[in-house]
Structure formats: C-alpha cells, structure tokens
C-alpha cells in the first residue's frame, strides 16, 4: 500500500509548459497524485505553434517506462503524443509487459496550433497496439474520424463511440469541444458497462485552451489513480478541465495554457 | 503585468518524477508559479540510479529557452543538470541574450545515486560562462570543491562562499547537507550586501532524500518568480525543502523523492 497515488505519463515535452508531460505532472500533482514520465518527444513549443520536434528513439522510451515501472509501478498511466508507429508499439509492448491497470489513451495527432504530432502512418498502430490495453481512450471529433477512417456527423456521435469500442477498447470519451453550440458536450461510452452519458459543461469564450486535451486525460487518470471508478474519474476530470480552460491564462500571444493550478483548488 | 508569476527550468529530465524538470515543475506548481521548462537531457531513472542518459544537442536546448522567453518571457529562471560543457555555454548564451533576471544556477554535477551527470571537462564552462550571470548559485560541498578546485575545510564555509562569489556571482548559497552533526546548515552570502548568514534545520534521518537539490533550488526560484527579495527566497526555500525532506517518500527501493504536494501545503 502506497503512502500516495503514483502515475505515469507517456507523451511529449511541451518547452511552453501548457501541454504534454508538463500539464500532465502539473494536473497529477495539484490533484494529489505523484507524477513520473517517459518522454517520447522534446518539442520545441510556445502558445503559437510547434517550432520542432525530436521523437526519442522507441528503446529509450520504453527504457523510461521500464525504470519507474520495474522500480517504483504505478497506480494508472496516461498515453499522449507518441510521435511514430515505432513509439507507439514499444510503449504498448511496454504497457502490456508491465500489465499497467487504468490506462488512458489520448490518440493526440495534432497540437492546438494545428501542426502535426504523430506519424500519418502511426494512427493504425495506435488502433492495433495501443487501443485494446486502454482502459479509455479520450478522441476529440477529428481524432476520432482518424481512428474510425471516416468523417462523423453531429448527430452520429453515439455510433462513433461504439464504433471506437468495437476497435478493441473498453470504453471511450468522444470530445466534442471542437464542435459548435453554447456547451462543449462529450459522449462517455463504457462497453463494459453498456453505460451510455452525455457530460456536458459551458462552453468559455476564450482563446486560452493549449493544452485542453493533455489536462483533461490526465485528470481522468489522476482519479483513477486515487480509486475512482471510471464513470467519475471521467466526470471529475471534466470538471476539472472545465475549470480548467474557465481560469485560461493569457499568457503568450497565442493560446495560452489552462489553468492547473487554480483548478486545483475545487477539489 | 502577468496574471500569474512564470519560472523557466532548464535541465534534465528525471523519468521518475523525483528530481529535474519534474521536482522544478511540481515545485513551481506548489508554489503557485506557472511552470515552463527546456530540457537538456533525457535521463532514464528511478531511486535506485541513472541507468542511461542521453544529452541533447545545444541548438535543440537554446532553441526551446527561445521559443518560450520570446513568446511568453520569465520573471525568474533556474539551470540543473546541463550535461556538457556545450550545452552549458549554450544556455548561458540565450540567458545572457534574453536578459534574464532572477538566474539561479544549480551547479549539479552528481545525481543522489552517485552517476555522474556533468561532463569534466564542463566545469570551467560553468564558472566562467554561467556563474557569471546568475543571481545565486547554491552548490552542495562536493559541488563547491570541483568549482574551486580545492577540498573545503569544514570549518572554512565562509571562506569558501566569497571564494566562490569572486569567481563572478552575485551570491551563493553553500549548502551542508553532505557534512555530519544534528542540523543541516546552509551558508549564504551575497556579495551584493556583504550580507552573510548560516541558515539552519532539523536533519531528519531518511534515506528519501532524492531531488533535494533540485527542489530547494526550484522552491528559491518559484519565491524569486513571486518577487520576494533573494534573502527571503533562500529561506523560504530552505524552508520548502526542509518540510518536503521531512515528508519524504517511500517510493522504490533506493532513494525516495522528497514530497513536494505536502510541502507546499505550508505556504
């Protein structure tokens, strides 16, 4: 039994600190859980756009993974940017060897900024991989129709979370905070229950959202590294991102991160 | 006028959340400072030891200082593990150029393990391209003999921090952890006031101890960050990392981390 929740993030190095591992340990450490990380990618970032990347080599990668994992474990993990098929099947191939309970998968293809994070050829790896070992995988609209290799209508979002079940994980989050409306609705779908929820929360005017995605899954995977079960670790880390994004910092002249550290105070 | 302080952490990255980046960015988080970061190496890592690190190319460190001091800027900044003499010289070259203000240079030479984390030969860079624009240093004893090039009576700390202080800083914070007795005493000078002070606390007896270094430096940048003047940061964050040393973590079977969450809960 350990003194405190531990979890491990899987993802990218955002330099600007808004996103990737950095809003990652942020979001584990003001919600109480000690954070680690394997990196995968050192960007070169800021709120305007991505201006480098460096994808690690997939052996230092699981190398990282396998240190904490073999040393210290963790309570639940979180995957984010993972750059190439080749990372992407050492993390599975680790994460399975390892047998990580509470894994959240967040398929990140594409930074705010829209410049591209994972490998046009790497989006089948991650469904053939990496999706049957998460517990949750947490899509936005466009990552979905990604996964899916088809677009997805407005009133079709339903169908589209079974559909990403049915591709071999157990339960999903549709995001659909990049769609229109006053209210920023995702659809959670738990095949294991047969539990179907749409969460909605306002919809704030704001440009400061870098990092929304990052912030959101790894508050699902800080809660369910303190024992929550799936349906409110999901519902908390909604909240929390809600916040979140409500206390969006203008910091930078492009979007600028979310708010860690004053989300932190609603719980 | 920023919503929020921001503190940048150039340094390695610990996979296992202890030290670093990680331990500078939880701290930073702690304390209510936004947290942004260029890391310089990519160390694989548990409590136990370093079991590989790769050290990244200058140009990939000096572009992330760039991409985020140009967009979003800092109101203090720290240095940890550098690596090599290049990167050394590297950052001290974007420092110098952005004109950062608040520079606290921790002169890490040695991981808790006993790895060793700065090239040899990256010693005279450190002193003559670093130390010179930073508004502290705060090495351990070890750290301080390979800076001067000479073992340290234990009774000639004083003598040792103005020696330091004519190599070009402004002020130095001489840490005596590494020494015996009851109390861990730290010496700080600046040079600035002719200001000298011996800053005592409890030693607790734990083998956690993993990242102090990092954090008391990082906890001295966040107060730096948040305006304090650098008296009142150095004994803020000593009395940061006093209480996250006495809350120390049983995590993994070498040193554990020291516990920043609960630390920061004091302030």
Do not use: W
């Amino acid at each position: 039994m350990r003194q405190i929740p531990v979890a491990l993030t899987i993802a990218g190095s955002d330099s600007g600190g808004g996103a990737g591992i950095q809003a990652d340990l942020k979001t584990f450490t003001v919600l109480g859980v000690y954070g680690m990380s394997a990196i995968t990618a050192i960007t070169v970032q800021n709120t305007v756009g991505v201006r480098d990347a460096l994808v690690l080599e997939p052996e230092l990668v699981a190398a990282q993974i396998d240190a904490v994992l073999e040393d210290i474990g963790c309570d639940a993990a979180k995957t984010g940017m993972l750059g190439t098929a080749q990372v992407v099947r050492a993390v599975a191939d680790r994460v399975a060897a390892h047998e990580v309970r509470n894994l959240v998968v967040d398929p990140v293809m594409v930074a705010k900024s829209g410049d591209r994070l994972l490998a046009e050829d790497a989006s089948s790896a991650l469904v053939a991989d990496l999706l049957p070992l998460a517990r949750v995988v947490t899509p936005n609209l466009p990552e979905a129709e990604a996964l899916l290799g088809h677009e997805i209508a407005e009133d079709a979002m339903e169908d589209a979370a079974r559909e990403i079940c049915a591709l071999g994980c157990r339960a999903v989050v549709l995001k659909g905070g990049h769609g229109g409306g006053d209210e920023a609705i995702d659809l959670f779908f738990d095949a294991e229950t047969e539990r179907i929820e749409r969460m909605s929360a306002p919809r704030y005017d704001t440009r400061n959202t870098h990092g929304t995605g990052c912030t959101f899954a790894s508050a699902i995977t800080a809660h369910l590294a303190k024992g929550l079960d799936l349906r409110n670790a999901v519902a908390m880390g909604k909240r929390f991102v809600t916040e979140a994004i409500r206390r969006g910092l203008p910091l930078g002249s492009g979007h600028g991160p979310t708010d860690h550290i004053g989300a932190g105070r609603l719980f």
